[in-house]
């Protein structure tokens, strides 16, 4: 292998790599990239034997070939070499990487060793074609909501579930619920009605971070063991998690005892800075009284001191007094995309719902922390 | 099926020798042979992942090939499957685990996720997966018979018995098997008795009696667990007592359980007793050693995990008074082998059920053991250590150390000692003798774990 290649393409391309954990005690080979230089690019892969990422970057080949290389070393050299243009030769066991200046000889391991990479089963295959910025919005409004559960391992990841031709991002950890809607008819799917597949949260994660600087359309697909993400440059392939998802709309609360709508920032700066004061677990208290008028934000934490913040609110139904984990409220919050915010509250067995009255795409269970 | 677990285990040895350690672990771990066609001589395997399913197929596939054929040369070719997490008993996030600050208990959770919205009936309570034998079959005829003929046959089913022999899971199931016959007729309710008093006491304090009436009484079925707990708090009795009438008298089911006899509960009214007591009242007692057995047979099944005859004997032989306690050992054993992978044999379950049974015992004197057998049998510490021969202090004495060797593990001669200066052989005798004895004697049986139970109770 022999190839000339910029520097800056290649560092980009080995950032898309850097998410992939590169460490097992098992399989030493895991710690290596490989690169393969083929049809005007080369090819970079990583793997940590649950994600597999390919990223293409273009370059000169002068001779075709694979090698496999120590991730790190190679990162190292190429983010501190100064020179714009890299050579990277193979002589024998030892891959050459050289400037005008600068020669560095690194020792790799036969490709042969390094994991093949698996591919979508073709027969069960079914597509779907998202515009990028969809779908990793989609992503990151649900997947704080999702958790690392060995207990429950179906609720760790994000739900992508197709549903009367709207396509549904849903994550929970058991106390709250994110669900996020994008209507379908202009998406290019092959998808059934009521389909659905659970990504691991890992995998999200590394698909809004890989992905958040294209634009464009991204092309997802599945047999329903595996997923495949995959833009011009770049492909992603992760197992699925097996299991059902519980029955979400069971949980998302149609009554409510308390409806508030208040101004989404001032509510959310209230939060913050009451929630310096808040105790271990979080907590702060949401209380209205008799004159429906004014919503009272309190924490109080035995060692520190305690606080309140009062807010002019629209209220409609009951009084009100509810404490919630401040960190749970705030995560909804934020991907709530109009000024005002809707909030359902329910009394403390119920869970209640966070909403902009606008955009009903989003939503936001959350439950409460029972008083006392 | 054994013989293709035979064979793999043969084929794995070889390929061991053939490559890394790393390699081995990485590509074989979990792998199995899942089927074996004769006609054709295909043999299907089945890897951990995907990447173990390319990697095994592109690198492997003729050393494979010619390991299987030296094993058994009528297989020509070899398939292979990505078998499912389940199957593959791995944790899936044991690289990227990261601990995330779990919610404390008091943060709510959804319970729908577990349980029926609308019933609070869990799903996996039903009559199918409820073991039936001698100490219950009773309690699960009448049960059955009460959802078969909702509101006629037993009204109200009182059903009690010890904690952890099936109680809840029985009550449950009556109400599943009720939601599934009559799908969303019939208005199914399950409440544990603390939740019913929280709703009285809520009612009270937010002034909103009227919808604990209307939220109570218009239920077909009443499933109420562990009524002791309303004992002495008035108002809730009250207000049970009330809901009660009514439901009775529209001729709805009422379904309660209790840890002890209606009777026996201190703190209940008059009134609520006489009412228990004009139902139907069954007990659940302890299981015998058979029926131990199947349960554990059953559990086991549920979660996909063996283990040898001889282990399931000695769970069901060493744990006497809960079934939860069994549930407990099996996933203490279940979680051992995961960490070990490997077989338990017979002396690794016994440490780990003397642990979990030792939380128990730890502080318990043979003063105590002595004290409570004569408590018990009502005979004085003189009889019991003296040399009379006569029957009613014979078995007292024989029960008493055979509990210290039992619970306490105490040694024959210390025991001969502590039983009035005896030898050690009688003492032998004695506990080879009711160790026997409990197995054919039920009713010796329950005295014994009534015995334990009160030692367990008091520790001085």
Redesign the interface.
Known sequence: MNVIILKNNLKEGLSILSGIKKESSQLPVLKNILLEARDDKVYVTATDLEIAVVHGIPAKILEKGSVAIPFSVFLQIIQNVSSERIHLEKEGNVLRVYTDNYTAKIATTPPDDFPIIPSIEESKKQHVVFDINTLLDGFSSVMNASQMSDFRPELSGVLLHMLHSTFRFVATDSFRLAKKEYIGKKIDTSFQDDDSFIIPLKTVQEVVRIFSNEKGTLRIDCDMRQVLFETESTTLISRLIEGNFPDYELVIPKEFDTKVTCNKDEFVSALKVVSSLSNRLHEVKLEIDEDLKHMKLLSSSHEVGESEHLLTVKVEGKPLSLSFNWKFLFDGLKHVSSDTVFFGFNSEQKPSLIQSPQDETYLYVITSIKSG | MDDLKTLWQQALADIELHISK??F??WFKNSKLVEKNDDTGAVVIGVS???A???IQ??YNKVLLDILQNIDDTITRIEYI?L???EVEK???E??????EQ??G?????I??SAD?ETNLHPRYVFDSFVVGSSNELAYAASSAVSREVGKRYNPLFVYGSTGLGKTHLIQAIGNEIVRVHKKRKKVKYVPSERFVNDVVWAIRSRRMDDIKSKYRNIDVLIIDDIQFIGGKERSEEEFFHTFNILYQNNKQIIISSDRPPAAIPTLEERLRSRFEGGMIVDITYPDYEMKLAIIKNKLQEKGFSLSDEVCGLIASKIQRNVREIEGVLNKLYFYKELKNSDIDIRTAEDIITNTLQQNTVHIQPQQIIQTVEDFFEVSHADLINKSRRKEIVLPRQIAMFLMRDMLGMSYPDIGDKMGKRDHTTAIHSYDKISKEIMKNKSLNQKVILIKEQIQKNPS
Not at chain 2, 106 to 110: H, L, P, R, S, Y
């Open positions: 790393a390699n672990l990485t992942s995907h990447f399913k390319e990697w592109g690198k990505v499912s997490s389940k944790k899936l996030f690289k990227t685990k990261k601990v995330k919610p404390s008091n943060q709510v959770g959804f729908e996720f919205p």
